[in-house]
């Protein structure tokens, strides 16, 4: 079993619409988790960033994390044909110095 | 101009060949990362550095070495090339700070090894 699981997609919605990636990992040591989003034939950029449990909101971007279920979800509201991209779930702890990435999801947005 | 820089952005070499890619920063970090991206694979660790002094293998460094030249420069370099080790290739930093280990990519280097 992978140490992080990400669906690899892809996924396709309409322009607008609500869209939920999702992680699940395994390792309950994970303390601080991450997402990238990664144009093609681009460098992953670092996208929301959050600690523990809990909701964070960035304009349309909201990353939550359930750390009692090892799942973390990253949210697009009004989806637009700019947010096509793969997004990679990233985490780690601070005994552990490095990070573990999911293998992405590529989303594609239609106008 | 970017924080981080990889050359060559493209590369195409023959098998058993040596090749170097190197990574250069201005964002003042201490410690410094190669990944590999094949897909379906993600982003897999080849080493990393958390400064001049420090050198470690991530979890795929066989075929692979490093030099870490100055805080600012992280060279990766495959001794003999091999058609398997054809992939996009990410150099990457970090500085710990309170935040945890957020990570700063460059652009890749795609290799080719024919």
């Known amino acids: 079993q992978k140490e992080v699981e990400q669906d690899p997609g892809p996924l396709s919605v309409p322009e607008g619409a609500i869209v939920s990636l999702n992680c699940t990992y395994s390792?309950?040591?994970?303390?601080?988790f991450m997402w990238y989003r990664q144009y093609s034939r681009k460098g992953p950029e670092l996208l929301m960033y959050t600690y523990s449990s809990g909701n964070k909101e960035d304009g349309r971007f909201t990353a939550q994390v359930d750390k009692s279920s090892k799942y973390i979800s990253l949210f697009i509201r009004d989806s637009q044909p700019s947010d096509s991209a793969t997004y990679l779930c990233a985490m780690g702890h601070t005994g552990f110095q490095k990070l573990v990435f999911g293998t992405g999801t590529r989303l594609l947005v239609s106008p | 101009d970017a924080d981080v820089t990889q050359t060559p952005r493209n590369r195409i070499t023959k098998t058993g060949k040596r090749i170097m890619l190197e990574c250069s920063q201005t964002k003042g970090h201490d410690r410094m990362y190669w990944y590999r991206q094949d897909p379906g694979l993600g982003l897999r660790l080849i080493y990393y550095?958390?400064?001049?002094?420090?050198?470690n293998k991530g979890e795929i460094s066989d075929g692979y070495s490093v030099s870490r030249q100055a805080q600012a420069k992280f060279s990766l370099s495959l001794e003999s090339a091999i058609p398997n080790q054809t992939a996009l290739y990410f150099c990457?930093?970090?500085?710990?700070?309170?935040?945890?280990?957020?990570?700063?990519f460059g652009p890749g280097t795609r290799l080719t090894v024919l």
């Open positions: 990457a930093t970090s500085d710990t700070g309170t935040g945890g280990d957020t990570q700063y």
């Open positions: 550095s958390f400064d001049v002094k420090d050198i």
């Open positions: 390792n309950s040591a994970f303390q601080y």
